[in-house]
């Protein structure tokens, strides 16, 4: 190859020839581009990849959604360097939302405590979250969730993504529900809920959540006529 001039075509067949090398091995950043502090390329590729179109969340949160360690089992290597990458990112305590395409389940209630098994996506851009709640289907409603946490972080800067503000709850992640109420011009559920320690169970019922990750949701479940207009307020923020 030395000596060879290089032609678009035979670009691809040259670098086609080399080894295939892992992605830490395989990038060589220029000097002039550095890693955060205590960063690897293999924590910045395992939050890319989550955030990219491949779909990939969509099956790790199917199996984390089983509860069945078998089916998380083949997750596990991933999930590890997702946890780490992640905990690198400071937790921010602050308000965010999170909007699906379904009403919420039959069993909430003010006090009800949820768990999010899952990878949870969150975001501070209200906007964002609430045209997702929008795109329900039929004559269904979605769901806006207002989220207190202290435990939220922030891949915005590791996002292929980095317009939709997106910050992750890690999975296992509990909430409790402090309100609900129904918007009836957007037919958007607001639910206000606050995270709670993951051995907390407060004395609540804790149900299952059966929402995918990055705001997308299993068939909606229309519950205009089991949930009235405003379920509940309260004064907890």
Request: net charge positive; with cysteine.
């Amino acid at each position: 190859m030395k000596g060879q001039k290089l032609t678009a075509e035979n670009l691809r067949s040259t670098y086609l020839k080399v080894p295939l090398l892992s992605i830490t091995e395989a990038i060589h950043l220029p000097p002039y581009i550095t890693l955060p502090s205590g960063w690897t390329t293999n924590d910045l590729a395992a939050i890319k990849v989550y955030t990219s179109p491949c779909r990939l969340y969509e099956a790790l949160n199917e199996g984390l959604r089983t509860e069945k360690i078998n089916e998380i089992r083949p997750w596990f290597s991933y999930l590890k360097l997702f946890d780490t990458a992640i905990n690198k990112i400071p937790p921010v305590k602050r308000r965010y939302c999170r909007g699906i395409r379904v009403a919420p389940n039959y069993a909430y209630k003010i006090g009800t405590v949820i768990t999010w098994w899952g990878v949870s996506s969150v975001s501070t851009n209200r906007s964002i979250c609430k045209n997702f709640a929008s795109l329900h289907s039929g004559g269904c409603c979605g769901s806006l969730y207002d989220i207190k946490s202290i435990s939220a972080r922030n891949i915005t800067n590791y996002s292929l993504y980095p317009g939709e503000a997106e910050s992750i709850l890690l999975p296992g992640t509990k909430v409790k529900i402090i309100k609900i109420e129904l918007d009836p011009m957007s037919r958007v559920y607001v639910i206000e809920v606050e995270a709670i320690s993951s051995d907390s169970t407060d004395g609540n019922v804790t149900v299952k959540s059966t929402s995918t990750s990055k705001l997308t949701s299993t068939p909606p479940l229309d519950l205009t006529a089991v949930l009235p207009l405003s379920i509940a307020t309260s004064n907890e923020r």
